[in-house]
């Protein structure tokens, strides 16, 4: 049930309603049955087992680890524990991907012949997202950083709550558990700007988005048709259509979450403004980068087998470079799992992971020679021209990654790029081709309209909150501005034919 089909907005009105009417100490349980009802609506019913089975697992991890002290008991606990939650989400999302890797290397000795044939399972909506934000849970309980929730019916709301499941935040209990179970009073101001939150959202999606997603499929499904400058707007506008789509859903996810007082984090930061690509992450898929780093990283450089690699990397290339070689090896396997994460092929790990790692590393080891250059040459480093540079710079790179992102295959991906060297077609927009990408003139410019409105608030909201500003408004300035977009969404949503309440990109994750 996507967030912006009528079905939803039925769904979501009603369980407002019944919230406020609720008596406040038993409002969580009215959340966790819409969050049942949710899931049983948005498919296959039967797939509720799945984030069922997970909190009881989780459940079952955090009472052992609660009852024994003693710390071999635990780690048995938290070992079978995360062998559950991880067994199931990749059994379901990336066994297949093992199989097709290897039929594809048998295929080259059998005449393109696999050896294996994969499976067909159904996977449960927001298996990944779900998934590590209870994995996150008990590892925290087992560190003693999180307080262990000995009630299951609040820890499956923890693990279903109906607006992260779909396509995030990644929750952290604790952070953002506790407050589930509060009691939240009504506050007017919350719940308004709750419902302007989601406006922003479906404003993003349904005017932005699906029009960007007709110029992306046009070219992208028929690439072969295509060279040159249109395969980077294609490549922009699919840049473009994934952030309004993935951050449209979050708007509308923490915009209702807030008209029920309860704050999840954010998950996006204005992440085109960044000047590296490290910076992009901290604002792109905020929280994943976080659970990364937190669950990922900094314990793979506490292990025995890397503090073993780094003394002897410090014995043959000297302290820095052998600290340099031991935290890029870790980012390796880091970055691989994000790429893994965003789904079960290659394209992925190359687009949203190898290729940033890459970026990265190759940034690390040339950055002593920048700066270097950048002194000898006399350039302030503070400049807003060289920032601009930064920006465009780091959009161009994330953007080779969105290419295979998008693409079919890694082989149509390096295809595409080996076409788009080819840019001696420029001129032909000028002669009108632009408009043939399945947007007409007017659509275009409603397109590149929308697309300067999300730039002008995306500014504003780098100095200050937008709605806190419009709030402090005259009520009648105030009240135009909100009727405004909702009008402008109502009237230019795009409802075309193939509209699928715009499905979000991210919600097979």
Known sequence: MSFTSFSFLCFYVCTLIVYYLF???LRWLLLLAASAVYYLLSGNGILILYPIAACLAAYAGICFMERYEEAEKRRVALFLTVILLVGSLFVLKYV????????????IFRGGRGIISGFQFLIPLGISFYTFSILGYVIDVYNKIAEPQKNFLKLALYGMYFPAILSG?????REDGEQFFQPHPFDYKQVTFGFQRMLWGFFKTLVISERMNLIVNTVYDNYANYRGIYIWIATICFAFQLYTNFSGSMDIALGVSQTFGIKLPENFETPFFSKTIPEYWRRWH???GVWMKEYVFYPLLRTQAFAKLGKRCKEKFGKKRGKQFTTFTAMLILWFTVGVWHGGAWKFVIGSGLLHWFYIVVGELLNPAYKKLMEKCHIRTDSKGL?????IRTFFLVSIGFVFFRADSVAAACRMLASAVQIGNVGALFRGSLFSLGLDWIEFTIAVVSLLVLLAVSVLQQKESVRERIARKNIVIRWMIWYAL???VILLGYYGPGYSAAEFIYQGF
């Open 23 to 25: 008596p406040a100490k």
């Open 286 to 288: 905020i929280t994943l």
């Open 169 to 173: 935040p990644i929750l952290r209990y």
């Open 387 to 391: 920032d601009l540079w930064r920006m």
């Open 96 to 107: 297949n991907f093992g199989i097709y890797t290897i039929n594809g290397i048998a295929g």
């Open 486 to 488: 909702l009008f402008y």
